[in-house]
């Protein structure tokens, strides 16, 4: 296997998960989720074919972002950097029709017809999302799914993990070529000067855009995304809480993450040294996080997240660990600030 599946392959344990359920006849579980024995989650259909279409459009995002920090928006054209994010992605298909096969997710003559229609995201995507959600509710009501609606949810969903995959990849391979080309210090300086653009503009292409496309629309939908979502991907654990006086501190510890992978590998294969690359994932994250606690938090406390051990940046690392503060305010400066840059003036 070309990629890390601790890392990189989680989606397989998921979707593993949901043929069993189909095949038990467990339609309600298949749809919505289940909390599993070991502490993990099984997300569900519906969170993660919304997770994973979202995540296409982060990884799209910033690839771009990158780039214009870096002042090489022609590097999306770049013939030497595609061919070699292409070669990157062949392999990741690779490891997706090993894992197929071998989890017995969907007939490998389907993985291949998904291969030949091209893996980029459909114009018509959330048209078609949103009438699977709607057949799915209706069958679900005499406790059964069509089997070809069932199907469907399983194709889209390989269908996006391998495209998210393709930009995040493209995006790792644009990054190792900066450092080959001009130094980590041109990484650095890229990443610093669009990483506060990005945390907005992601933010609006998550919770203005495509979220709401994908039936995602009130706050309780939103939280439910929000905390479910990332064990599409992510092997998570809740840390402990920790208070001092009247602020609170509360850990997000995850035990893998998909870009560390996706991005070890790249160093590999461009022979770069490891962690040369980390900063291109780390200071986006935490600005993204950041941007979540401020639109996600009540206006009754203010919020702060940081992140504290990362497995793209510190060789000791064996999780990466985030860090919201909370410290009781008068914070409604801050939603209305949230709303014009996310949602847009307030009429």
Request: aromatic share 10%.
């Amino acid at each position: 296997m070309f990629y890390d599946e601790f890392h990189n392959h989680k989606w397989a344990k998921n979707l593993s998960h949901a043929r069993k359920l189909l095949q038990k006849n467990q339609y309600e579980l298949f749809y919505h989720g289940q909390d599993l024995e070991d502490g993990d989650v099984y997300p569900g259909m519906r969170v993660m074919a919304a997770y994973w279409v979202s995540v296409e459009h982060e990884m799209k995002l910033r690839r771009k972002t990158l780039l214009e920090g870096a002042n090489h928006i022609e590097w999306l054209e770049d013939p030497v950097l595609i061919a070699r994010a292409k070669e990157f992605h062949d392999r990741f298909v690779a490891d997706m029709r090993e894992l197929v096969m071998r989890e017995g997710i969907v007939p490998i003559e389907r993985m291949d017809h998904l291969a030949e229609q091209d893996w980029e995201t459909p114009t018509n995507w959330a048209e078609v999302m949103r009438d699977q959600q709607t057949r799915t509710l209706a069958g679900l009501e005499s406790n059964t799914i069509d089997q070809d609606l069932a199907e469907s949810w399983l194709d889209s969903c390989l269908r996006s993990v391998s495209n998210y995959n393709k930009y995040l990849i493209w995006g790792g391979v644009n990054a190792a070529a900066l450092v080959q080309r001009e130094g980590i210090a041109a990484l650095h300086k890229a990443v610093d000067a669009s990483a506060e653009k990005f945390m907005w503009d992601i933010s609006k292409e998550f919770f203005a855009t495509v979220l709401p496309a994908a039936g995602f629309e009130d706050i309780g939908d939103l939280m439910e995304l929000g905390l479910r979502g990332m064990f599409s991907d992510q092997i998570y654990i809740k840390g402990e809480d920790r208070e001092e006086g009247e602020i609170t501190f509360r850990k997000s510890i995850l035990k893998n993450c998909e870009l560390a992978g996706i991005y070890r590998r790249i160093e590999e294969w461009s022979n770069l040294p490891r962690f040369s690359l980390g900063y291109g994932i780390c200071k986006y994250d935490e600005l993204h996080g950041q941007a979540t606690m401020m639109i996600t938090m009540p206006p009754m406390v203010s919020p702060e997240y940081k992140l504290l051990l990362s497995l793209a940046l510190h060789p000791d690392a064996t999780e990466c660990v985030f860090e919201l503060k909370t410290t009781p305010a008068d914070d409604m400066e801050r939603i209305l600030m949230v709303q014009e840059k996310v949602f847009g003036p307030v009429d």
